[in-house]
């Protein structure tokens, strides 16, 4: 077993990213960090060292326990890296009325008004 690894082939092995070519891009566009500094893709990374990675929106942190280089299973994959990531906020609901329904009834539109915070 390597004592480090690249970040990207890290990535792509514990299954952050679906290709290691998606992995590498992302580390080019800057969404991944190595100890909060960023990281080009061929940096490596060793056991104990955090990971922040931007994906869709949102920062992942992760921690490095082993560092893989090849891809693996899913239960292994897991005991190769600790996820300190926050749990969401719940994203609020929109409420959408259905094509074609045509105009809100008055009850309805005080309903809308009541969502959106201006009763």
Known sequence: MA?????????WAVRVFKTRS????ACRAGHVRVNG????????????DELR???AGFDRILVVRQ???KRVGAAIAATAMEDRTPPRDPVPTVAQRDRGAGRPTKRERREIDRFRGRA
Do not use: M, N
């Open 3 to 11: 004592e480090a690894v690249r970040v990207d082939a890290w990535l």
């Open 67 to 69: 560092p893989i280089a």
């Open 37 to 48: 500094e960023k990281a080009k893709a061929a940096q490596p990374v060793r056991p104990g």
């Open 22 to 25: 998606a992995a590498t891009s």
């Open 53 to 55: 990675v931007r994906i």
